[in-house]
């Protein structure tokens, strides 16, 4: 973001924009890398040093982009590959590899035969879309590519790149076709016109320009906007163009004549993405205020907001049919929307391994081959880690990869079994309180129930219409509950595996659910749409519904006498509340969304983990911080074992030991040195 928002600045004076920014950069900060190697010598002389600590908040979703039979969506990111889900199940699908910088831009060819994106590498990338195989590497920008796009008719892409160029390529032979000079900054969008004939692109130097393919030269320059331009589109009947901007304005613009149509104002702050529906009749657009406006397309009246990004938007395009909006954010968090009603269709699931750099080291800590549990180590050899539980009485550890299965070992590092029946991803796992099974959620939209000490499958569990998130056991074990992107959370007869209640009145995507540990008929769930919400499960009827967060709740955990709640949120904080709805108090110290929280059996203490890759502990009484741990990797669930000396975490065990008291934190440098449980 420091690149975009001082554009002018940097170009004016662009060493001393370098040293300042330098001082506070992280270690695997962006601007970091880029100059670095070209000021090292410099720098040093200067007596600049290196900053070690500074916290790395953004992970963006540069690009998206449909699949023109709309099943699929892929998208660009700051790692190195393009990703590529499934619409209907929102699971992750596949994988583009072979650039080796953030990859800026994606596009899909009319006819879904290929796939192209654009690198901070330099590079144009064209994969075959079946077979994944690379068909060209063009070469040709001398700086990084911000956009591609291919033409009405599949056989050119046009490219964009911070070299101040427009690039026409060749598909047919895969080379340069010509090269478009004049702007006097870098190229942040293109978009051909429905025809093929012009090529629009939107430049920092604040212009939106229409070249001419056919002649090879400028055809008209649309000036008006009072800040970098991010993205520029034509509208379907390719009469209008539609460009957003730093100035936190839309336009709209005449194609034939150039003229400013209309602008739309009501953006908070910059807008980094456009987009007309395929009929042409709205305009989307995508602001760092966090939202996604939908205009008249005619009138120009505001006719909804979308919020529930927890993020600014980067990134913004409709389904083929119209029907669907998915967005792409800062915090690489990707949504579907339904376009007539505006509601949140939710989230699409996660390419863990996919949020930090391509380096050994940090490919090694967030895909572990080794896990070193109790006198033994797991040696996952077919895939990647995904998740790790431990069950109540330690004798077993459950494991889940990204090939959708799941192993079983005993304590010394033995495998049991391997559970293979899911069909897509698996979110969660786990044990009931006697160990007698283990149950996994998954975005094929079931719960299956495993026996451990046979391997079988005992249910598969049905009655979500869409992603299952997670899956809790109540304390007695007779009962599993759910909850699902469907908006609602399911409690089963573990027994029989039928419905015993469907939990019903969230209005986006249900996150977490908790028993209390009392009585089984009282549940709590959260939700995206910000609340927690207490439940009688003996009449289905909500009790309370507890506000306060600002964004998406997801996690929620009774205390173990009961008596207290609490929630963690997308707003950085967690909320203390007592079951008679009252709040008890706010933890506040983590920078990005908290994904878990616990207490630990005494209910003094509560630990924490967060999207700022650290885990907190807590003093629940006084709410003040005991001790940080900072890891490489973002760690999603925690809690307590259940003697209190260890933290059972998504990704193994820490000893409670390991929390410097005496100091603000602690920083390991690997997460993966996991404890021995007594």
Same mark, same amino acid.
């Given at each position: 973001?420091?690149?975009?928002?001082?554009?002018?600045?940097?170009?004016?004076?662009?060493?001393?924009?370098?040293?300042?920014?330098?001082?506070?950069?992280?270690?695997?900060?962006?601007?970091?890398?880029?100059?670095?190697?070209?000021?090292?010598?410099?720098?040093?002389?200067?007596?600049?040093?290196?900053?070690?600590?500074?916290?790395?908040?953004?992970?963006?979703?540069?690009?998206?982009?449909?699949?023109?039979?709309?099943?699929?969506?892929?998208?660009? $990111?700051?790692?190195?590959?393009?990703?590529?889900?499934?619409?209907?199940?929102?699971?992750?699908?596949?994988?583009?590899?072979?650039?080796?910088?953030?990859?800026?831009?994606?596009?899909?060819?009319?006819?879904?035969?290929?796939?192209?994106?654009?690198?901070?590498?330099?590079?144009?990338?064209?994969?075959?879309?079946?077979?994944?195989?690379?068909?060209?590497?063009?070469?040709?920008?001398?700086?990084?590519?911000?956009?591609?796009?291919?033409?009405?008719?599949?056989?050119?892409?046009?490219?964009?790149?911070?070299?101040?160029?427009?690039?026409?390529?060749?598909?047919?032979?895969?080379?340069?076709?010509?090269?478009?000079?004049?702007?006097?900054?870098?190229?942040?969008?293109?978009?051909?016109?429905?025809?093929?004939?012009?090529?629009?692109?939107?430049?920092?130097?604040?212009?939106?320009?229409?070249?001419?393919?056919?002649?090879?030269?400028?055809?008209?320059?649309?000036?008006?906007?009072?800040?970098?331009?991010?993205?520029?589109?034509?509208?379907?009947?390719?009469?209008?163009?539609?460009?957003?901007?730093?100035?936190?304005?839309?336009?709209?613009?005449?194609?034939?004549?150039?003229?400013?149509?209309?602008?739309?104002?009501?953006?908070?702050?910059?807008?980094?993405?456009?987009?007309?529906?395929?009929?042409?009749?709205?305009?989307?657009?995508?602001?760092?205020?966090?939202?996604?406006?939908?205009?008249?397309?005619?009138?120009?009246?505001?006719?909804?907001?979308?919020?529930?990004?927890?993020?600014?938007?980067?990134?913004?395009?409709?389904?083929?049919? #119209?029907? =669907?909006?998915?967005?792409?954010?800062?915090?690489?968090?990707?949504?579907?929307?339904?376009?007539?009603?505006?509601?949140?269709?939710?989230?699409?699931?996660?390419?863990?391994?996919?949020?930090?750099?391509?380096?050994?080291?940090?490919?090694? =800590?967030?895909?572990?081959?080794?896990?070193?549990?109790?006198?033994?180590?797991?040696?996952?050899?077919?895939?990647?880690?995904?998740?790790?539980?431990?069950?109540?009485?330690?004798?077993?550890?459950?494991?889940?990869?990204?090939?959708?299965?799941?192993?079983?070992?005993?304590?010394?590092?033995?495998?049991?079994?391997?559970?293979?029946?899911?069909?897509?991803?698996?979110?969660?796992?786990?044990?009931?309180?006697?160990?007698?099974?283990?149950?996994?959620?998954?975005?094929?939209?079931?719960?299956? =129930?495993?026996?451990?000490?046979?391997?079988?499958?005992?249910?598969?569990?049905?009655?979500?219409?869409?992603?299952?998130?997670?899956?809790?056991?109540?304390?007695? #074990?007779?009962?599993?509950?759910?909850?699902?992107?469907?908006?609602?959370?399911?409690?089963?007869?573990? #027994?029989? #595996?039928?419905?015993?209640?469907?939990?019903?009145?969230?209005?986006?995507?249900?996150?977490?659910?908790?028993?209390?540990?009392?009585?089984?008929?009282?549940?709590?769930?959260?939700?995206?749409?910000?609340?927690?919400?207490?439940?009688?499960?003996?009449?289905?009827?909500?009790?309370?519904?507890?506000?306060?967060?600002?964004?998406?709740?997801?996690?929620?955990?009774?205390?173990?006498?009961?008596?207290?709640?609490? $929630?963690?949120?997308?707003?950085?904080?967690?909320?203390?509340?007592?079951?008679?709805?009252?709040?008890?108090?706010?933890?506040?110290?983590?920078?990005?969304?908290?994904?878990?929280?616990?207490?630990?059996?005494?209910?003094?203490?509560?630990?924490?983990?967060?999207?700022?890759?650290?885990?907190?502990?807590?003093?629940?009484?006084?709410?003040?911080?005991?001790?940080?741990?900072?890891?490489?990797?973002?760690?999603?669930?925690?809690?307590?074992?259940?003697?209190?000396?260890?933290?059972?975490?998504?990704?193994?065990?820490?000893?409670?030991?390991?929390?410097?008291?005496?100091?603000?934190?602690? $920083?390991?440098?690997?997460?993966?040195?996991?404890?021995?449980?007594?």
């Amino acid at each position: 973001m420091f690149v975009w928002s001082f554009q002018s600045m940097i170009e004016q004076a662009p060493l001393q924009t370098y040293c300042a920014a330098r001082t506070v950069s992280a270690p695997a900060n962006e601007l970091r890398h880029r100059f670095w190697s070209q000021i090292r010598p410099w720098s040093k002389q200067g007596g600049i040093t290196e900053a070690t600590d500074a916290k790395e908040e953004y992970n963006y979703v540069n690009d998206i982009a449909f699949t023109p039979d709309g099943q699929h969506v892929a998208s660009g $990111s700051i790692d190195e590959v393009v990703r590529v889900w499934d619409v209907a199940t929102k699971a992750t699908r596949s994988k583009f590899k072979g650039q080796i910088d953030k990859v800026s831009s994606v596009a899909v060819s009319p006819d879904g035969k290929m796939i192209a994106s654009g690198a901070d590498d330099t590079t144009v990338m064209v994969w075959e879309w079946e077979s994944r195989a690379v068909i060209y590497t063009l070469k040709g920008h001398t700086r990084w590519v911000n956009s591609v796009v291919f033409s009405p008719d599949g056989t050119l892409i046009a490219s964009g790149s911070m070299d101040e160029t427009v690039r026409i390529w060749d598909l047919g032979r895969g080379h340069e076709l010509a090269m478009f000079e004049g702007n006097s900054s870098c190229v942040n969008s293109v978009a051909f016109s429905p025809d093929g004939s012009l090529l629009a692109s939107g430049s920092a130097d604040q212009i939106v320009r229409l070249w001419d393919i056919l002649k090879r030269e400028p055809r008209m320059s649309l000036d008006g906007h009072a800040g970098v331009v991010n993205s520029v589109r034509f509208s379907p009947d390719g009469n209008r163009i539609v460009s957003g901007s730093d100035d936190m304005t839309a336009k709209l613009w005449d194609t034939i004549t150039g003229t400013e149509l209309m602008t739309l104002k009501g953006h908070r702050k910059r807008v980094m993405t456009v987009a007309f529906s395929p009929d042409g009749h709205i305009v989307a657009s995508g602001s760092e205020d966090m939202t996604i406006k939908f205009w008249n397309a005619t009138t120009g009246i505001l006719m909804r907001t979308l919020n529930g990004h927890t993020s600014g938007i980067n990134a913004v395009t409709f389904s083929p049919d #119209g029907r =669907l909006l998915v967005s792409g954010a800062f915090n690489d968090e990707v949504r579907l929307w339904d376009v007539e009603s505006g509601e949140a269709r939710g989230e699409f699931d996660e390419f863990e391994e996919g949020s930090m750099s391509n380096s050994d080291e940090n490919r090694k =800590l967030l895909n572990p081959e080794t896990t070193a549990v109790a006198a033994g180590e797991l040696k996952e050899k077919s895939s990647a880690i995904a998740s790790v539980v431990f069950s109540p009485d330690d004798q077993l550890v459950a494991t889940s990869s990204y090939d959708n299965t799941i192993k079983l070992w005993n304590k010394e590092g033995v495998e049991r079994w391997l559970l293979v029946g899911h069909s897509g991803s698996i979110n969660c796992l786990a044990f009931s309180p006697d160990t007698c099974s283990v149950a996994s959620a998954s975005t094929d939209k079931t719960v299956q =129930l495993w026996n451990t000490a046979t391997g079988a499958v005992l249910y598969t569990l049905q009655g979500h219409s869409e992603n299952v998130c997670l899956n809790r056991f109540s304390s007695n #074990g007779k009962f599993l509950a759910s909850c699902s992107s469907d908006k609602t959370a399911i409690l089963w007869h573990v #027994g029989t #595996g039928a419905i015993w209640c469907r939990l019903e009145g969230h209005s986006d995507t249900v996150k977490d659910v908790s028993f209390s540990p009392n009585d089984d008929r009282f549940v709590a769930t959260c939700s995206a749409d910000a609340t927690v919400r207490l439940w009688d499960v003996s009449t289905e009827v909500v009790s309370r519904t507890l506000k306060g967060h600002s964004a998406m709740v997801n996690s929620v955990a009774f205390s173990s006498d009961g008596k207290l709640l609490l $929630s963690c949120s997308a707003d950085t904080t967690i909320r203390l509340w007592s079951t008679a709805g009252a709040a008890c108090g706010t933890l506040k110290g983590h920078t990005l969304s908290v994904n878990s929280a616990a207490f630990s059996p005494d209910n003094k203490l509560v630990v924490s983990c967060s999207e700022d890759k650290t885990i907190r502990l807590w003093d629940s009484e006084l709410k003040s911080a005991q001790g940080v741990l900072k890891f490489a990797v973002a760690i999603r669930t925690v809690c307590f074992s259940s003697c209190g000396q260890y933290i059972e975490t998504s990704r193994g065990v820490l000893d409670i030991g390991l929390f410097s008291l005496g100091s603000p934190s602690t $920083s390991l440098d690997h997460l993966f040195t996991l404890f021995i449980k007594s």
